[in-house]
């Protein structure tokens, strides 16, 4: 198969499974609900709330990165659990198109979703955050379309993660764990010095970075260099993933 | 229920014996496998998957690895008045819990029985918890045993002992032309704190007992006030800016009977500087009039406030190894369903109530010695390394350690029936392991441990989800008396230990009913 009827196999795949779509509505749901819930319980001074008000009002990319995840999983994971993967690399036996096909429907899913979710979130703060100012036009749209680029990037990183474990609750487990788990230790680790490493290396902290647009010099670690950051996990998880997935049987 | 019909039974019973007594009982008493071999059963499919034995060995591996890690990163550093790097210590008090006991102490020997009554007329503090009143301590060693007789600006006249017991006298404080006469009187080892608005009519606060006060004691006057904490709750994170403050309390008509009597007074700076360097404090006596200026406060210690590390820091990695733990215990029963195994589960064991059961005690038990190993280790570990690393532990009892380690392992084993549950109930692992980390990891991390939610919806979430029942791990007390942060992220959850465990018990057990429900209405 050539690449555009493989792109159209894994659209069909992903467009005609019921949890695709629930999980795409799940993933700006979950984000505008908390982006929104934050917003609203944040309560403003008179005279501006001060702060980070867009990122205040995209908190809820923080959530809705995991309906990503299991929808990422979910590409790799139903095949695997139901035994289709085999008829998969039947008719399309080049592995490394199968990924990329996979990658790349997951990658658009993903961006139409996040863009959806993240502009709902930001008008939905402008409403709760009345009298903020927003930074200057660019700065706003480094915030908006990384944040989206953040999405799609959390995306590819469990869709590698999937190929690797090859069980959908596990590789969940084992994404959610490499997202989350440095931020924890980063926040129970007394020592700054510590702290500040590990917020540079940890995909989630580093790749929010592209959300400040306040204070962005006081960071360990700039927007853009932090979605540098996430890239390099999404970009070594896929290159794993590819490696295993042509080196083992399916 | 047509499928469990008499014949079947027979069929499936593994003797083949027809021991039924009687056509009467023919109907009625088929053998069936006995609970305990059930459980065996149960047992041996947990052993005999290995990727289930890697998964809880994953758990371990997880919780202990976080929690060493964090503790080996956890570096206190502290500095004085003048800049330079000085050690953390703290402070115990008489019951071994930590204490702040930092103020200025206008001080004499008290041998024996008796009593000093003063008339303050004005206490200057911004803070509403700040101190001024008598008090008998027992030496003027920080940490030592107290009671005192004190006025507030916020909260009254008050009688405090050792620290952690506060009395509310009368409401009200000192203003001009409205002094306030205290009076601390020891008899024994009992000492009464009064308060009179004009010296003549008395109302007595109250009566402490002090065990183990010696003969001479020293008594006087003192002055405190807590730290301002420039609270700016804006946003999703509070920022706190701590500022030290300085009260100055004004006192005349020194009256001392009894032992107290005596001319001479001594001033002593109670404490080092704290964490933060403020004002050494004083006194000036003028005549009859006496007036101290202090800052620090005689209060339990609060975590946020002084330098001590809670013990169940080195468990933060539980919820990691929890998630794991979810796996293994969703995959027990998602497998059945995704192989069909389960048709031949309930085959042998018509009883489906009874096959959960012992799925669920299989489960839960493997859990809990797993949690039980891993947290003992992690705590013994972990503490060690945060002495290494120069932290100070806070001092708590050993009963709390213990109800801190035995209480990760019920949570594990308690939280991992619930996943158990949840996965009969949806029969699909995706499914339900989302299901889990959204009910419980995700609340856990959101409310205690990142600074995401608001303080109001994190206290919200640690009450009624079922990531309350990490409440089992805090070992911080909140006091009415200490103005702190006492949100989740500190360490402080809305419910208390065993209640919050309660709720995440309730929830397994109400998701055990309705699984138990499901699989015996619905075909496997």
Redesign the interface.
């Known amino acids: 198969m050539n690449g555009w009827r493989l792109l159209r196999a894994e659209w069909t795949k992903a467009r005609t499974v019921a949890s695709t779509g629930w999980l795409v509505a799940g993933t700006v749901l979950t984000t505008v609900a908390l982006g929104g819930a934050v917003a609203g319980a944040t309560h403003c001074p008179s005279g501006g709330c001060g702060g980070d008000p867009v990122r205040t009002s995209l908190t809820g990319v923080q959530l809705g990165q995991i309906a990503v995840v299991v929808l990422a999983v979910l590409l790799v994971g139903t095949e695997y659990g139901t035994g289709t993967i085999q008829v998969t690399l039947a008719a399309a036996p080049r592995r490394g198109a199968v990924l990329a096909a996979k990658a790349a429907v997951l990658g658009a899913l993903v961006a139409a979703a996040g863009a959806v979710a993240v502009v709902a979130s930001l008008l939905l703060g402008r409403v709760l955050l009345p009298g903020s100012t927003l930074p200057g036009g660019a700065t706003l749209l480094r915030a908006a379309g990384g944040s989206v680029l953040y999405l799609v990037l959390v995306g590819l990183l469990a869709l590698g993660i999937a190929v690797a474990v090859r069980h959908s609750a596990a590789a969940i487990g084992v994404v959610l764990g490499v997202l989350y788990l440095l931020p924890v230790v980063a926040g129970a680790v007394g020592d700054p010095h510590w702290q500040r490493h590990l917020v540079q290396v940890a995909p989630m902290s580093a790749g929010l970075a592209v959300q400040v647009t306040v204070g962005a010099a006081d960071l360990p670690i700039g927007p853009w260099s932090g979605l540098a950051v996430l890239a390099g996990w999404a970009a070594a998880a896929l290159l794993a993933g590819a490696l295993l997935f042509r080196l083992r049987d399916a | 229920m047509s499928a469990r019909t008499e014949p079947e039974h027979r069929a499936a019973d593994p003797t083949g014996r027809d021991d039924a007594g009687g056509p009467a009982a023919r109907t009625d008493r088929v053998r069936r496998p006995g609970f305990g071999r059930l459980v065996w059963a149960e047992w041996t499919k947990l052993r005999s998957v290995p990727a289930w034995l890697v998964?809880l060995a994953v758990a371990a591996l997880?919780t202990a690895a976080?929690g060493l890690?964090?503790c080996g990163?956890?570096?206190?550093?502290r500095q004085d008045a003048h800049g330079r790097e000085v050690a953390c210590t703290a402070t115990v008090g008489p019951d071994g819990r930590n204490v702040t006991d930092r103020f200025y102490f206008v001080h004499r020997p008290m041998t024996g029985d008796g009593s000093l009554t003063v008339r303050l007329t004005a206490l200057d503090a911004s803070q509403p918890w700040a101190k001024a009143g008598i008090m008998v301590k027992d030496g003027i060693r920080p940490g030592a045993g107290y009671a005192a007789v004190l006025v507030t600006p916020g909260h009254g006249a008050r009688l405090q002992d050792d620290f952690a017991h506060d009395v509310a006298g009368p409401a009200g404080t000192v203003s001009p032309g409205r002094p306030r006469w205290l009076r601390l009187t020891r008899a024994g080892d009992r000492l009464t704190g009064a308060v009179s608005p004009d010296g003549h009519r008395w109302t007595t606060v109250g009566t402490a007992r002090l065990a183990g006060l010696p003969r001479t004691a020293q008594v006087g006057l003192f002055a405190a006030t807590p730290l301002d904490f420039g609270r700016?709750?804006?946003?999703?994170q509070s920022t706190v800016h701590p500022e030290a403050t300085v009260a100055t309390a004004t006192f005349d008509r020194v009256r001392a009977t009894g032992g107290a009597a005596g001319t001479a007074w001594t001033g002593t700076r109670i404490g080092d500087t704290g964490p933060l360097p403020s004002a050494a404090g004083g006194y000036h006596r003028a005549g009859d009039t006496l007036t101290v200026r202090g800052s620090g406060d005689i209060a339990p210690a609060v975590s946020s406030i002084e330098s001590i590390?809670p013990v169940e820091?080195t468990l933060?990695g539980s919820?990691?190894g929890l998630?794991?733990i979810?796996?293994v215990a969703?995959?027990s029963i998602?497998t059945e369903y995704?192989r069909g195994t389960i048709r031949l589960t309930l085959l042998a064991s018509p009883r489906r109530g009874r096959v959960l059961a012992a799925k669920a005690l299989v489960v839960g038990g493997a859990v809990f010695l797993v949690g039980l190993a891993t947290a003992a280790v992690a705590v013994a570990l972990g503490t060690t390394l945060l002495r290494a690393n120069g932290?100070v532990l806070a001092a708590v009892p050993p009963g709390t350690v213990l109800r801190v380690v035995v209480g990760t392992a019920a949570l594990l084993a308690v939280a991992a029936v619930l996943a158990l549950a949840v996965g009969a109930i949806v029969r699909h692992?995706?499914g339900?392991?989302?299901a889990v980390?959204?009910g419980l990891?995700?609340p856990y991390?959101?409310a205690a441990?990142?600074?995401?939610?608001?303080a109001?919806?994190a206290e919200w979430l640690l009450r009624v989800s079922p990531a309350a029942g990490f409440a089992v791990q805090q070992t911080m007390l909140a006091y009415p008396q200490v103005d702190a942060a006492y949100t989740p992220l500190d360490g402080y959850y809305p419910l208390a230990p065993w209640q919050g465990f309660a709720v995440l018990c309730g929830w397994a057990l109400v998701a055990l009913a309705v699984a138990t429900l499901l699989l015996r209405r619905r075909d496997a």
């Open positions: 998964g997880l976080i890690l964090i990163a956890s570096v206190c550093s700016t709750d804006s946003l999703t590390t820091r933060l919820f990691a998630v794991a979810a796996v969703i995959s998602g995704r932290n692992a995706v339900a392991i989302v980390l959204a990891i995700l991390l959101l441990v990142l600074p995401v939610l608001p109001p919806a």
